[in-house]
């Protein structure tokens, strides 16, 4: 019923940009009551956290490794998150998740524990 379908990804040298866009569906749904957050996972690796947005979009938040080159937003009358990539590094060849996750009183989970994914959309970084 409620789906979420990243797009963008691609292949790219370092140094590069991509833009993800992660778009929500079905009847009712909206991301606007949903903190946002992208995943990644690189073959032979655990699922990382890397970035989230909160409801409104007024805060965000980074793993160390992508601050200051990545950048998530949201639109929410679009129903679609985004993630921004510049400064791209083969170190941040994966693929990309997105997930939307409720929340009470604390915005902020980088855990995991997110009530619905996406099927993932492939990024590789050339050297």
């Known amino acids: 019923q409620v789906q979420l379908v990243e797009s963008g990804g691609g292949l790219v040298q370092a140094g590069g940009s991509l833009r993800l866009s992660c778009a929500a569906s079905g009847r009712t749904f909206s991301i606007a009551r949903y903190a946002m957050d992208w995943f990644r996972q690189a073959p032979g690796k655990e699922r990382e956290f890397v970035a989230a947005?909160?409801?409104?979009?007024?805060?965000?938040y980074y793993v160390d490794s992508v601050k200051g080159r990545f950048t998530i937003s949201r639109n929410n009358a679009k129903n679609t998150v985004y993630l921004q990539m510049n400064s791209l590094k083969p170190e941040d060849t994966a693929v990309y998740y997105c997930a939307a996750r409720l929340y009470g009183s604390t915005w902020l989970s980088t855990s995991g524990e997110d009530d619905y994914w996406g099927q993932g959309t492939q990024v590789t970084v050339s050297s």
């Open positions: 947005i909160s409801r409104t979009g007024a805060s965000s």
